[in-house]
């Protein structure tokens, strides 16, 4: 299936590249949504991720603060300006995210690993207007990825992009998701039209490889990357080894060299 795509423009957000997500991998407290987003928007972030329903791996861990958290989110929109994106995985998710108000949703690794659940959220958005992310599946599998676009392409939703955030293996030595770049760089090759975003805070799964990460993706040409940040990374309620404060963020992106012929 052709994808019918319409490019992703947000008013005050440059189109030149890396366009840039940051935030927290959850949303915790009121208090640190609002420190970190606060941060990230006066280093020139105009976009704020945070999880607020988190699909974790085993029982017993933070699960996300849920609806409530949405109301942070509204008022790092009202506070600071930024544009708000969250996960959604559920259509629950999609419903409440909608009457929140966010702006761009995006589909975590798990859940586009399965169509059940993937048509369930593109059946919720069917007749809505809104950019959708989706990451790669926890699986490298092309198909898998590009059918999870095609549902939610078929819904109607035409703003899409795809997150590279890396593919799960065994072996954990150096990535905690390996990048297995040729699959993106495939899926490049496949549908030229449509952003690809890097996630290296989810390959890297610790600080030190978020700026060579980031700096790989600029070189191959992806079109922008979404980091975790947090004003206080030790003390994060998940994925405390891969957040980085808005001024390290800041440092790394400073670094970036971007080849003109990516420009
Ligand atoms: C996240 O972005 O915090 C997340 C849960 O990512 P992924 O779906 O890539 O594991
Ligand atoms: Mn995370």
Not at 10 to 27: D, F, N, Y
Not at 36 to 57: D, E, H, M, S, Y
Request: charged share 25%.
């Amino acid at each position: 299936m052709e994808l019918e795509l319409q490019p992703i423009e947000l008013e005050g957000v440059s189109k030149e590249r890396p366009v840039v997500i940051a935030g927290p991998c959850s949303a915790e407290t009121e208090e640190q949504v609002m420190s970190t987003a606060t941060q990230l928007a006066n280093k020139g972030v105009k976009i704020f991720r945070a999880g607020i329903w988190k699909p974790r791996t085993k029982p017993g861990g933070f699960e996300g603060i849920g609806v409530e958290g949405l109301a942070w989110l509204k008022n790092v929109k009202k506070e600071t300006g930024m544009y708000v994106a969250t996960e959604v995985a559920t259509a629950k998710h999609v419903y409440e995210c909608l009457k929140a108000g966010i702006d761009i949703l995006w589909i975590g690794a798990r859940t586009s690993a399965n169509p059940f659940a993937v048509q369930e959220i593109a059946d919720a958005l069917k007749g809505v207007d809104i950019p959708v992310l989706v990451k790669n599946p926890v699986n490298p599998d092309l198909e898998l990825w590009i059918g999870a676009l095609e549902r939610i392409n078929a819904a109607g939703l035409k703003r899409l992009a795809a997150i590279h955030r890396g593919f799960s293996s065994y072996d954990k030595k150096i990535y905690r998701n390996l990048p297995q770049w040729h699959i993106p760089i495939e899926l490049r090759r496949r549908i030229p039209a449509l952003p690809i975003l890097c996630d290296p805070s989810h390959i890297g799964g610790k600080r030190e490889l978020i700026a060579p990460l980031c700096q790989q993706a600029m070189d191959l040409g992806f079109d922008g990357l979404i980091v975790e940040s947090h004003c206080n990374p030790d003390s994060a309620w998940s994925d405390a080894s891969q957040q980085v404060t808005p001024d390290v963020l800041d440092y790394i992106l400073n670094l970036l060299v971007i080849r003109k012929e990516h420009q």
